[in-house]
Nanobody, 115 residues
């Protein structure tokens, strides 16, 4: 059974930093991309960042220059370093893994940024 295990969420003051981590279970043999989405209260889930197997990264405009995604293909893991956090970054963050045939989601981890 495929599992994505997330960690690293929490509460932080505006301007602070958090690092999210995601690890995929061994049942995922290979993937095309790993990344993060987020969903704030009352809003739809939105793309945050992604990293492909070949190393290409992409970021939402709202987080460019503040967030950095790291990917370890061999370990089937990804991390999201979030600096300069803003109250509007408050959301549940979901890890996502895309293989050739499927898309898998983590359970989500809460990030709260207070001013």
């Amino acid at each position: 059974q495929v599992q994505l295990v997330e960690s690293g969420g929490g509460s932080v003051q505006a301007g602070g930093s958090l690092r999210l981590s995601c690890s995929a279970s061994d049942s995922i043999f290979s993937f095309n991309a790993m990344g993060w989405h987020r969903q704030a209260p009352g809003k739809t889930r939105e793309f945050v960042a992604s990293s492909t197997r070949t190393g290409t990264t992409a970021y939402a405009d709202s987080v460019k220059g503040r967030f950095t995604i790291f990917r370890d293909t061999a370990k089937k893991s990804a991390s999201l370093q979030m600096n300069g956090l803003k109250p509007e970054d408050t959301a549940v963050y979901y890890c996502i893994v895309q293989t050739t045939t499927d898309t898998y989601w983590g359970q989500g981890t809460q990030v709260t940024v207070f001013s």
